[in-house]
């Protein structure tokens, strides 16, 4: 067992609504009457739903969520603080208008039922990228409490994360200091393969891996890190071990393809250590030589952070960190390189 050092900073903590009608306090008069007079105020929304008993652990599903989170992973790693990801069906419906409205419900539950419960909490805010102009606002409604210390976003949605529709969601978040989370996942608007749907769940999240990969090129290709400079992005259960073998093709083809996209100067690999950061739960890779290979193929130890990934039911309690990290790194990973990503970690918990 690899040890986390007492302090660290766990970067990826899920939490879920426990339904519709738990956000129904936080919306407006008329969003409630709407939502019960339809119906829709028992849908289940939210992630790990009690129905897919593989989603999460069964604590998770059967105990009192708040006292679990604490005792595995607070208590459990001696953690400073641990940033909550709540993700979300209003980021994926297909109306804006409701989109906007579970989100702000969503954040603002996040802060009475978590962020309030607990001083070690910190949250990323959940937006309604259906339309930037609205996500932007929330961005602005939600920066004010420094608890938030990082936008969420899904990895495939509408369109492509680096075209120009999705500025003003990143021109938001730099406005405030905070980083974009990009956590693997889909709003459903396009199959999850370039071939077309799986037939099975396993296929499915397997894809994933797909769309984050897909998101960063976008970001790149697209010019976002030119327009927003001070922009920091952050892979969230990415996988990892893919970064090396994408990044020798995107620099392979960038050589030869870069008089297309004048703007796209920089070496993939400069532009990744310099903007982008990785959650390291999971790291899909089999054991501890094949994990120091992937290390050194990245070359840069500012770019993972620490997570439990919890409560999936894959987390991996106390062998939350892969074999074969250097002890430097793992001291880099839990508790420096999050104090260097998210300002407001290292403002509020010093």
Known sequence: ??????????????????????LLPYMSQAWREMIVTRGTDGLELASYPA?????????WREGERLAVVRREVLDGFGARAAILNCLHGGQAVHSEDLARALCQAVNDWLVEEWLDKDERFRASIVVPAQNPGYAAAEIDRCAKDKRFVQVQLLASNEIMLGRKYYWPIYEAAARHGLPVGIHGGSAYRHAPTSVGWPSHYLQDYVSHTMGLESALLSLMAEGVFNHVPDLRVVLIESGVSWLPGFLWRAIKSWRGLRGETPWFTTSPADLVRRHVRLTAQPFDAPGAEEV???????????????????????????????????????????????????????????
């Open 1 to 22: 067992m690899t040890r986390v050092p007492v302090g660290a900073i766990d970067c990826d903590v899920h939490v879920s609504v426990p339904g519709m009608a738990a």
């Open 51 to 59: 129905g897919t008993p593989l989603a999460t652990r069964p604590d």
């Open 292 to 350: 120091q290979k992937i290390l050194a193929h990245i070359d840069c130890d500012e770019m993972l952070l620490f997570a439990t990934d919890f409560p999936h039911w894959h987390f991996d309690g106390q062998d939350a960190l892969p074999p074969g990290m250097p002890e430097a790194l793992i001291r880099k990973m839990a508790v420096d390189n999050p104090l260097a990503t998210y300002p407001r970690l290292k403002e509020t918990l010093a």
